[in-house]
């Protein structure tokens, strides 16, 4: 039975998450019953990281198995003629071994958040970003970002209905720069780990967005991180400008 990988992207506005839900449309549903439609079998898929309702993905990696070896660019061309005029695109599909799992054979996921930092709000980008009006220092954000490198436990930047076991995760990247090109002003957070808590990208973000106004120092930021005080983080920054942008694998 031949597993693919695919490498998947979509836009997370009209989904209420990756994973299948009852009654609600997700990015999962979407996709399995695009594979039913073109293959005939009730395959399940497993992805990368389970993104929330709202979040993008430019790189989500997912694999399933089928009982027909089918020719990649069939699967890939056929799930995307089945999945219009929904915003999914199946970017590529290859066949790997068995043993390749999309979720635990990853080594490091990247996400991306985007905060627009000018006075007018978005027109066409919306749905991408997250508008902040207000002036914000890139620099103080990254200087407060680098204190939370390393492995910790990252419980006041964990949604209080987090399934994970544990809150202590190792996060190995957190950048924060802007981007100006003409009035269009953007800050970026680009960060990376193994795995992360639920809502833990969302948290640091906002927690950032108070660094950046100078409401929380570095120092402030450390302290909310060793003392795992919630209540002292900043506002869970929207769903809307997140996106998952890639995986490695060993």
């Given at each position: 039975m031949p597993r693919y990988k695919?490498?998947?992207e979509y836009d997370g506005a009209p989904f209420c998450g990756w994973q299948r839900q009852a009654d609600d449309p997700t990015v999962q549903a979407a996709i399995e019953t695009a594979v039913q439609r073109f293959s005939g079998e009730a395959a399940r898929l497993t992805c990368a990281g389970r993104t929330d309702a709202g979040v993008h993905a430019i790189h989500q990696v997912a694999h399933l198995d089928l009982a027909k070896d089918w020719r990649t660019d069939t699967v890939r061309d056929a799930l995307n003629a089945h999945l219009r005029p929904q915003p999914?695109?199946?970017i590529s599909a290859e066949v790997v071994p068995e043993?390749?799992?999309a979720r635990h054979s990853a080594i490091r996921r990247h996400y991306r958040y985007r905060i627009l930092n000018r006075r007018s709000p978005a027109a066409l980008t919306r749905a991408h970003v997250w508008h902040v009006p207000w002036p914000l220092?890139?620099?103080?954000?990254h200087a407060a970002a680098q204190r939370l490198i390393g492995r910790h436990d990252f419980s006041a930047f964990r949604a209080a209905e987090c399934q994970a076991k544990s809150p202590v995760r190792t996060l190995e990247q957190l950048d924060v720069t802007r981007a100006r090109m003409g009035l269009f002003?953007?800050?970026v957070i680009a960060t990376a780990a193994r795995s992360f808590l639920h809502h833990q990208v969302r948290a640091m973000a906002g927690t950032l967005m108070l660094a950046g106004c100078g409401r929380l120092s570095a120092d402030d930021v450390a302290e909310i991180l060793a003392t795992r005080a919630?209540?002292?983080c900043g506002p869970l920054a929207p769903a809307c400008g997140?996106?998952?942008?890639?995986v490695d694998y060993g």
């Amino acid at each position: 039975m031949p597993r693919y990988k695919l490498v998947i992207e979509y836009d997370g506005a009209p989904f209420c998450g990756w994973q299948r839900q009852a009654d609600d449309p997700t990015v999962q549903a979407a996709i399995e019953t695009a594979v039913q439609r073109f293959s005939g079998e009730a395959a399940r898929l497993t992805c990368a990281g389970r993104t929330d309702a709202g979040v993008h993905a430019i790189h989500q990696v997912a694999h399933l198995d089928l009982a027909k070896d089918w020719r990649t660019d069939t699967v890939r061309d056929a799930l995307n003629a089945h999945l219009r005029p929904q915003p999914i695109s199946v970017i590529s599909a290859e066949v790997v071994p068995e043993t390749f799992d999309a979720r635990h054979s990853a080594i490091r996921r990247h996400y991306r958040y985007r905060i627009l930092n000018r006075r007018s709000p978005a027109a066409l980008t919306r749905a991408h970003v997250w508008h902040v009006p207000w002036p914000l220092d890139a620099d103080l954000m990254h200087a407060a970002a680098q204190r939370l490198i390393g492995r910790h436990d990252f419980s006041a930047f964990r949604a209080a209905e987090c399934q994970a076991k544990s809150p202590v995760r190792t996060l190995e990247q957190l950048d924060v720069t802007r981007a100006r090109m003409g009035l269009f002003e953007e800050i970026v957070i680009a960060t990376a780990a193994r795995s992360f808590l639920h809502h833990q990208v969302r948290a640091m973000a906002g927690t950032l967005m108070l660094a950046g106004c100078g409401r929380l120092s570095a120092d402030d930021v450390a302290e909310i991180l060793a003392t795992r005080a919630k209540h002292r983080c900043g506002p869970l920054a929207p769903a809307c400008g997140l996106t998952f942008v890639g995986v490695d694998y060993g």
